[in-house]
T-cell receptor, first 115, second 111 residues
Framework: DAGVIQSPRHEVTEMGQEVTLRCKPI?????LFWYRQTMMRGLELLIY????????DSGMPEDRFSAKMPNASFSTLKIQPSEPRDSAVYFC?????????????FGDGTRLSIL | GQQVMQIPQYQHVQEGEDFTTYCNSS?????IQWYKQRPGGHPVFLIQ?????EVKKQKRLTFQFGEAKKNSSLHITATQTTDVGTYFC???????????FGIGTKLQVIP
């Protein structure tokens, strides 16, 4: 079975440019999470969705960040305009439905470098 | 908000030695999860503990959940080079599938 698929794997761009990260969750999973990982701050939850609806976006750093989930099989995380401090690895994860916490399945991540 | 503290942040051990990482929450947890991230990889789910005082084993790995459900530990017996990576705990305080990850413990095994 296919896991969580993220694209691109690597992105290098100049500050001020728009960056779009993409994620395809595992089929049947109705929770989708976006995380950012840095050495200093570890793994931070940015936003998560349930059945395509944003549930908690309190981790989104600022208005430059936005996320959408137009359907059950696709989500995007957009940064506009990008800044060097946004450089990090961004992970998407999905989990199946359940009354209690379910294991989260992570994609391979997007390594983002803003010059 | 909820905080999940994890120690140590780094650990170097000689191959064959044991290793333990500890996780503490500022609030009582409904459950706790453990993940492993290999260098250059992504976090991979290892196990979930739910009951107070629960102990689970996976080969050389032993996971414990404290009686008060505010702390947890992962112990590896006789480490191998394949154990290299960062181990994260992730705690939940109820509802909506959201977890808070600890900072992680980076394990280096010296052959």
């Amino acid at each position: 079975d296919a896991g969580v698929i993220q694209s691109p794997r690597h992105e290098v761009t100049e500050m001020g440019q728009e960056v779009t990260l993409r994620c395809k969750p595992i089929s049947g999973h109705d929770y989708l999470f976006w995380y950012r990982q840095t050495m200093m701050r570890g793994l931070e939850l940015l936003i998560y969705f349930n059945n395509n609806v944003p549930i908690d976006d309190s981790g989104m750093p600022e208005d430059r960040f936005s996320a959408k989930m137009p359907n059950a099989s696709f989500s995007t995380l957009k940064i506009q305009p990008s800044e060097p401090r946004d450089s990090a690895v961004y992970f998407c994860a999905s989990s199946p439905p359940g009354y209690s916490n379910q294991p989260q399945h992570f994609g391979d991540g997007t390594r983002l470098s803003i010059l | 908000g909820q905080q999940v503290m994890q120690i140590p942040q780094y650990q170097h051990v000689q191959e064959g030695e044991d290793f333990t990482t500890y996780c503490n929450s500022s609030t009582t947890l409904s459950n706790i999860q453990w993940y492993k991230q290999r260098p250059g990889g992504h976090p991979v789910f290892l196990i979930q503990l739910v009951k107070s005082g629960e102990v689970k084993k996976q080969k050389r790995l032993t996971f414990q959940f404290g009686e008060a459900k505010k702390n947890s530990s992962l112990h590896i017996t006789a480490t191998q080079t394949t154990d290299v990576g960062t181990y994260f705990c992730a705690g939940d305080s109820g509802g909506y599938q959201k977890v808070t990850f600890g900072i992680g413990t980076k394990l280096q095994v010296i052959p």
